[in-house]
Structure formats: structure tokens, C-alpha cells
């Protein structure tokens, strides 16, 4: 019969011979093996002190954006919740009063904004589909969490920090820090 | 009319025979289908609208049996008559398709693409037209005409710079009502739909400006912001009404009921009652009667698959046993979290479609968001 690949070991089914009744250079052997690996580069980080840097593609969090104004740039048009596939994000529209032109960029905006991280499966496709680049999914994880009603996050949750009133915790926000 | 004699008129390769006074529109919407050709502005329940959006051009290479020479130009086909031995090219004509696309980049010039906030957006005929019709760039440098929105009742929003001047709100408050309060002020690019000395508009039928409107130039005060059609069920209902046939459709969500309309056919005009007469509907039905005891349900409407409206919605849908219940010996499945209990929105409790107008901050101050 033909071998698929040039590793193929056959089975050894032959009766032990003294030297490897004893075990002892197994375990030698073994020992070695490992013992070699003391002086090999260390493939892990130290986690929390040390982090990988994450790729140019990678999908985290979402984060709902301000314009440069430190307005709100969601409008509530539904296309990220009709674009998820995991059906994980519902809002509620309002329209925005005279005097509140400084929080909200258009004259519609969302006043409640959640996305079911239970559900989420971090997917993209929101982001994709908002034509006001609202929303953005970052570089961070979604943090653990005791009890599944946490996982529920609304507006605050998501919302950037006010670019002009907090500076800042924007600034953290944006990773301008490290 | 049977001494109306027959014309045989080819429309993109079929061949159909209509009435002679039949324009070339509508004997194309007698074939059906993709030969149709799109229409903004002509209404076929409304005297004297068509002719002015030109979305309907169409290519007459053989002006009939007795005089076959092809026109020198496009024509509007809502507006030309068929005669017989006519042939005309619809989609079978490169140059119908270039001039369609010029069209809608001149529709868009003043256009101001609030897609995203307004709320047609779904089921808008220029969102349609532009899809299909129209190139994804613009020409255009200039700045876009713009007005202020403002209310036209407690009913009906007014967003002139979404307005294309089809004139058709105008032909139907001219012919459902007796009296005329909103017309076109002002010429060419200064034209606009205004009230007169901003007067409300109180007439009973007046909401059905809202349903000949192609784009979101009129909209629903009731159903502003409140949610997205895609998200909303279409459902056919009825209601016993003296001024209406009281046929709508309407757009709930669960049990609420967010929007009211009238039925529609497959080309976006009103569809007509059962009972044979106009299915134009009143303002009490349209914007008052918001509670779902106030209807008889008749059942889910056919929308079309490709539709956004049918998101979500699967026909012939089975949805698998729950076979918990029968493994476990009768121990229902224990729910760990209730969305409703968390969740701020779609409260069980609060219905936005309640509210008159749209919801504001303070419809939201109760959360702790």
C-alpha cells in the first residue's frame, strides 16, 4: 500500500528488549528533550504587564464616535441592526429639541443604544454598514463579567468620551496615552 | 366602451393589445414585470400628474403602421398615447438607460441624501430609482438648495429639500379635497410646496398626501423617528369607517401599532378597495386610530422578497420542536437572563407609537441611561 505522506511510522508491535523494559533511557531522553527547551526562546508573554500588540483587522469592543465637535454622530438609522446577523443591536430614536444641537450631529438621533455582547459575535459588520461612522469596533476586549445582565451595554457603555469636556478620558479612550 | 378599437403596440419585443387612448405607460404595466418603466411622477389615480420627473423616457422606433418613422427624441411615456403598430424600446435601449441615469443624477442634484434619518428611507421610489437607474457619483459642486423643515398640521412633516416637484401631493389635495390649501410657490429652482400663510391642512383626506409622496418630502408626524419600516410588520386590517373604505395596512411591532397607510399595489399607488371604490383612506383612520383593538386583523401583507420591508420575515418558516420540556420529564428550560428586565429598549411597558409626534429627550428621561 502506498503511504499517504513520507512520515508514516509503522507500528512497532515487537516483544520489549531489556534496555527498554527498564525505561531508564526513555526517561533520560525525555528529560533531555525538555531540558532543551530551558534554552529555546519563550513563545508566551507575561500577560497583563506584557501585551501583543493586536493586527491592523482585529475586532474588539464596540465604541459609539463623537464628531470633533463632541457631538454625537449617531443618527439611529438601523443599519447596523438590520446588518448584524446575530440580531444583538436595538435602539430607540428621538428627535433632537431646539438647544441640544451641540450634543447631536443630526436632527435624529439615538436616545437608547444597546448591543447584547452575549449575542455579539464581533463580526464587523455593523461597522460596515453605518453611513455616518458611528460606529467602530476597537482594540480591546470585552471584559468578563459575573452575571449575564452586565453583558447588556447601552448607551454609556459605548459612548467616546466628550473630546472638548473630557479631554482626557478621550485621549485615554483613543490610546493617544500609550 | 366597445367601439374604442384595439391598437397593437410591442414594448420592448411584447406584444400586447390595449385600448386606443392607453398611454405607452400603462399598456408597459399591463405586460408587468422589468418592462415597465419607472415613474416618479405620473399616478394613475391622480387627473393630469405625469410629465414632469421624465424617469419614464422611453425610445419609439416605429411610430405606428401608417407612419413607421422612429421619433427623433426620447419620449415621455406617461404621457404619450400608444398607436397602433407601435413599437417601442424600453430596457432593450442603451440610450434609454443613459438618459434614465441622467435623470436621476438631475433629481439628486438638490436631493439631500438624509437617507440614514429620514423616514421613507426603505420604501422610497428614488431610493429605488437611484439604485437602480442612477451612477453612485455626482457632477454636482455646488451648494444644494435647502429650506427649513416645518410641520404642516399635527400630522404632516414637510422636508422641502427631499422634494422633487412631481406635483402629486399637490393633484391630490386638489382632488380628494374641496378645498385647495397647499400648492407650489415661487418658480424653477425657488419652487416649492407651501401652505399659504402657513394654514394648517384640516381636510379629512389630506393624510393621503403622505402615500402618493415618492420620496420623504411628506411624512407621518405619528410615526416620525419612531422606528424603521424595515423593522415593522406590514399587516392588512380593516375598521368599520363612514368617511373611508377603511382598508389599511399596519406597520406594528409586536402588539403596537406604529404606522398607518393605505394599501399599495405593486407599482406604489393605492390599491383599490374590495368593495371596488377608491382606497384612499381618512385622517382618523391614518393618525388616530393607533391601538390594535381599533382594527380586524386579516393577516401578514404579501411584501416583496426583495423588499427591505421583508427582512426578517420567512415564508413557510417551521420552526423546530422545543424537545427540552419532553427529555427533562416535564422541567421547563431555565432562563438565566430576561432581555426586558436589562434591556432599556422596547419596553414591554412604554409604547413609543402612543406618543403624538416624535419622542424627544425628555419621552427618555425615566431611564437611568
Given at each position: 500500500?502506498?503511504?499517504?505522506?513520507?512520515?508514516?511510522?509503522?507500528?512497532?508491535?515487537?516483544?520489549?528488549?531489556?534496555?527498554?523494559?527498564?525505561?531508564?533511557?526513555?526517561?533520560?531522553?525525555?528529560?533531555?528533550?525538555?531540558?532543551?527547551?530551558?534554552?529555546?526562546?519563550?513563545?508566551?508573554?507575561?500577560?497583563?504587564?506584557?501585551?501583543?500588540?493586536?493586527?491592523?483587522?482585529?475586532?474588539?469592543?464596540?465604541?459609539?464616535?463623537?464628531?470633533?465637535?463632541?457631538?454625537?454622530?449617531?443618527?439611529?438609522?438601523?443599519?447596523?441592526?438590520?446588518?448584524?446577523?446575530?440580531?444583538?443591536?436595538?435602539?430607540?430614536?428621538?428627535?433632537?429639541?431646539?438647544?441640544?444641537?451641540?450634543?447631536?450631529?443630526?436632527?435624529?438621533?439615538?436616545?437608547?443604544?444597546?448591543?447584547?455582547?452575549?449575542?455579539?459575535?464581533?463580526?464587523?459588520?455593523?461597522?460596515?454598514?453605518?453611513?455616518?461612522?458611528?460606529?467602530?469596533?476597537?482594540?480591546?476586549?470585552?471584559?468578563?463579567?459575573?452575571?449575564?445582565?452586565?453583558?447588556?451595554?447601552?448607551?454609556?457603555?459605548?459612548?467616546?468620551?466628550?473630546?472638548?469636556?473630557?479631554?482626557?478620558?478621550?485621549?485615554?479612550?483613543?490610546?493617544?496615552?500609550? | 366602451m366597445?367601439?374604442t378599437p384595439l391598437f397593437?403596440?410591442?414594448?420592448?419585443?411584447?406584444?400586447?393589445?390595449v385600448p386606443a387612448g392607453t398611454s405607452?405607460?400603462e399598456a408597459?404595466?399591463?405586460?408587468?414585470?422589468?418592462?415597465?418603466?419607472?415613474?416618479?411622477?405620473?399616478?394613475?389615480?391622480?387627473?393630469?400628474?405625469?410629465?414632469?420627473?421624465?424617469?419614464?423616457?422611453?425610445?419609439?422606433?416605429?411610430?405606428?403602421?401608417?407612419?413607421?418613422?422612429?421619433?427623433?427624441?426620447?419620449?415621455?411615456?406617461?404621457?404619450?398615447t400608444v398607436m397602433?403598430?407601435?413599437?417601442?424600446?424600453?430596457?432593450?435601449?442603451?440610450?434609454?438607460?443613459?438618459?434614465?441615469?441622467?435623470?436621476?443624477?438631475?433629481?439628486?442634484?438638490?436631493?439631500?441624501?438624509?437617507?440614514?434619518?429620514?423616514?421613507?428611507?426603505?420604501?422610497?421610489?428614488?431610493?429605488?430609482?437611484?439604485?437602480?437607474?442612477?451612477?453612485?457619483?455626482?457632477?454636482?459642486?455646488?451648494?444644494?438648495?435647502?429650506?427649513?423643515?416645518?410641520?404642516?398640521?399635527?400630522?404632516?412633516?414637510?422636508?422641502?429639500?427631499?422634494?422633487?416637484?412631481?406635483?402629486?401631493?399637490?393633484?391630490?389635495?386638489?382632488?380628494?379635497?374641496?378645498?385647495?390649501?397647499?400648492?407650489?410657490?415661487?418658480?424653477?429652482?425657488?419652487?416649492?410646496?407651501?401652505?399659504?400663510?402657513?394654514?394648517?391642512?384640516?381636510?379629512?383626506?389630506?393624510?393621503?398626501?403622505?402615500?402618493?409622496?415618492?420620496?420623504?418630502?411628506?411624512?407621518?408626524?405619528?410615526?416620525?423617528?419612531?422606528?424603521?419600516?424595515?423593522?415593522?410588520?406590514?399587516?392588512?386590517?380593516?375598521?368599520?369607517?363612514?368617511?373611508?373604505?377603511?382598508?389599511?395596512?399596519?406597520?406594528?411591532?409586536?402588539?403596537?401599532?406604529?404606522?398607518?397607510?393605505?394599501?399599495?399595489?405593486?407599482?406604489?399607488?393605492?390599491?383599490?378597495?374590495?368593495?371596488?371604490?377608491?382606497?384612499?383612506?381618512?385622517?382618523?383612520?391614518?393618525?388616530?386610530?393607533?391601538?390594535?383593538?381599533?382594527?380586524?386583523?386579516?393577516?401578514?401583507?404579501?411584501?416583496?422578497?426583495?423588499?427591505?420591508?421583508?427582512?426578517?420575515?420567512?415564508?413557510?418558516?417551521?420552526?423546530?420542536?422545543?424537545?427540552?420540556?419532553?427529555?427533562?420529564?416535564?422541567?421547563?428550560?431555565?432562563?438565566?437572563?430576561?432581555?426586558?428586565?436589562?434591556?432599556?429598549?422596547?419596553?414591554?411597558?412604554?409604547?413609543?407609537?402612543?406618543?403624538?409626534?416624535?419622542?424627544?429627550?425628555?419621552?427618555?428621561?425615566?431611564?437611568?441611561?
Amino acid at each position: 500500500m502506498q503511504a499517504l505522506t513520507t512520515r508514516v511510522k509503522e507500528v512497532d508491535r515487537k516483544p520489549m528488549n531489556f534496555w527498554e523494559r527498564i525505561y531508564l533511557p526513555a526517561v533520560v531522553k525525555g528529560m533531555a528533550i525538555t531540558f532543551s527547551h530551558m534554552f529555546k526562546k519563550r513563545p508566551t508573554v507575561r500577560y497583563p504587564e506584557q501585551k501583543r500588540p493586536f493586527s491592523p483587522v482585529f475586532r474588539g469592543l464596540h465604541v459609539l464616535n463623537r464628531d470633533e465637535e463632541g457631538r454625537e454622530r449617531c443618527t439611529a438609522c438601523g443599519l447596523c441592526a438590520v446588518a448584524c446577523p446575530a440580531e444583538a443591536i436595538t435602539m430607540e430614536a428621538a428627535e433632537r429639541k431646539d438647544g441640544e444641537e451641540g450634543l447631536y450631529r443630526e436632527e435624529k438621533y439615538a436616545a437608547r443604544y444597546e448591543i447584547n455582547m452575549l449575542r455579539c459575535i464581533f463580526c464587523g459588520l455593523c461597522e460596515e454598514a453605518c453611513p455616518k461612522d458611528a460606529i467602530y469596533l476597537t482594540e480591546t476586549f470585552t471584559p468578563a463579567n459575573f452575571a449575564r445582565k452586565n453583558f447588556i451595554y447601552g448607551k454609556p457603555d459605548l459612548l467616546i468620551p466628550n473630546p472638548k469636556t473630557e479631554e482626557a478620558a478621550f485621549a485615554e479612550a483613543k490610546g493617544l496615552n500609550n | 366602451m366597445a367601439d374604442t378599437p384595439l391598437f397593437k403596440v410591442t414594448i420592448d419585443n411584447i406584444t400586447i393589445e390595449v385600448p386606443a387612448g392607453t398611454s405607452i405607460l400603462e399598456a408597459a404595466r399591463k405586460i408587468g414585470g422589468e418592462v415597465a418603466p419607472p415613474a416618479m411622477c405620473f399616478y394613475s389615480k391622480l387627473k393630469g400628474s405625469g410629465g414632469k420627473c421624465r424617469t419614464c423616457l422611453v425610445e419609439i422606433s416605429k411610430g405606428s403602421e401608417k407612419d413607421p418613422r422612429p421619433m427623433p427624441k426620447l419620449q415621455a411615456s406617461c404621457r404619450t398615447t400608444v398607436m397602433d403598430g407601435m413599437e417601442v424600446k424600453n430596457i432593450t435601449s442603451p440610450k434609454v438607460q443613459d438618459a434614465r441615469a441622467g435623470v436621476v443624477e438631475m433629481l439628486l442634484i438638490n436631493h439631500p441624501l438624509d437617507c440614514p434619518i429620514c423616514d421613507q428611507a426603505g420604501e422610497c421610489h428614488l431610493q429605488d430609482l437611484s439604485y437602480e437607474h442612477g451612477k453612485s457619483g455626482t457632477r454636482y459642486e455646488f451648494q444644494r438648495r435647502t429650506f427649513k423643515k416645518h410641520s404642516l398640521g399635527d400630522y404632516i412633516q414637510l422636508h422641502m429639500t427631499r422634494c422633487i416637484l412631481c406635483y402629486r401631493c399637490v393633484f391630490t389635495a386638489d382632488q380628494l379635497t374641496e378645498s385647495r390649501e397647499h400648492g407650489i410657490l415661487d418658480r424653477g429652482d425657488h419652487a416649492e410646496i407651501a401652505t399659504m400663510i402657513e394654514k394648517n391642512l384640516k381636510h379629512d383626506f389630506i393624510g393621503n398626501v403622505i402615500d402618493v409622496c415618492p420620496v420623504g418630502a411628506l411624512t407621518d408626524r405619528t410615526f416620525r423617528f419612531k422606528n424603521r419600516v424595515w423593522f415593522t410588520k406590514p399587516v392588512d386590517a380593516h375598521r368599520d369607517c363612514e368617511k373611508c373604505c377603511g382598508e389599511v395596512q399596519l406597520w406594528m411591532r409586536g402588539d403596537e401599532v406604529f404606522r398607518v397607510t393605505a394599501r399599495k399595489d405593486e407599482w406604489g399607488e393605492v390599491k383599490e378597495a374590495s368593495n371596488g371604490k377608491t382606497g384612499w383612506i381618512c385622517n382618523e383612520c391614518r393618525f388616530e386610530k393607533k391601538h390594535i383593538n381599533d382594527w380586524v386583523i386579516e393577516g401578514p401583507s404579501e411584501v416583496n422578497r426583495h423588499s427591505v420591508i421583508s427582512q426578517g420575515h420567512y415564508v413557510g418558516r417551521v420552526k423546530p420542536k422545543e424537545t427540552v420540556e419532553e427529555v427533562m420529564d416535564g422541567v421547563k428550560p431555565r432562563i438565566f437572563l430576561q432581555i426586558h428586565e436589562v434591556s432599556e429598549v422596547n419596553k414591554p411597558t412604554v409604547d413609543l407609537s402612543l406618543i403624538q409626534g416624535p419622542a424627544h429627550s425628555n419621552n427618555f428621561v425615566t431611564s437611568n441611561q
